[in-house]
């Protein structure tokens, strides 16, 4: 079986950041359902939503394709990065003041890495915890603050890609960064 021909200028990280985005602020989401739910009393708003049994178990399953979808976005990101700051260096012309799409990469990139290992740290306790797969409040908090970094995060990735061009070929006479 033959390896396709991927073009080098068509950067792959912002087409593979999709589905971690997804599957991780539903199950992040989920997560801080499941800790307002069970901690407060909130009738009306119950009645609509589905058991806590099947939040906790789908923010589990949806937390697990998160990370393993996480993987290629984290490699393609890693290279297309390497890739800009090979290209057009870390630094402007005066070599003290750092470009501002390299900040901006550099704090997503830190971010993303965040994101990752406290999703990984809450996917490992919970792995033993089936059937119900249940948070701790700890976990809770950290889903929580994981929420809001990945969808800071993702801001910023949008960010390089439209305000900063990164990864865009907008004419034919340059390559993608």
């Not at 033993?128 to 889903?143: A, F």
């Amino acid at each position: 079986m033959s390896v396709p021909n991927i073009p080098q200028d068509k950067p792959l990280h912002p087409a593979a950041v999709h589905f971690p985005i997804a599957f991780l602020s539903l199950s992040f989401g989920l997560d801080a359902l499941y800790g307002l739910t069970s901690s407060m009393s909130l009738p009306t708003l119950v009645s609509y939503l589905p058991a806590q049994l099947e939040m906790t178990r789908a923010s589990h399953f949806l937390l697990s394709l998160g990370l393993i979808t996480t993987l290629p976005a984290i490699t393609s990101g890693g290279a297309q990065a390497y890739k800009m700051i090979n290209k057009a260096g870390m630094y402007e012309a005066d070599n003290k003041t750092m470009r501002p799409k390299v900040k901006t990469t550099i704090t997503h990139a830190i971010l993303n890495d965040i994101v990752f290992a406290l999703g990984a740290y809450t996917w490992w306790c919970r792995r033993d915890r089936g059937p119900t797969y249940v948070p701790t409040t700890v976990e809770i908090l950290g889903s929580v603050v994981s929420l809001g970094l990945l969808l800071y995060s993702a801001s910023l990735g949008g960010k390089l890609v439209y305000n900063q061009g990164v990864g865009l070929n907008i004419t034919s006479g340059k390559k993608a960064q």
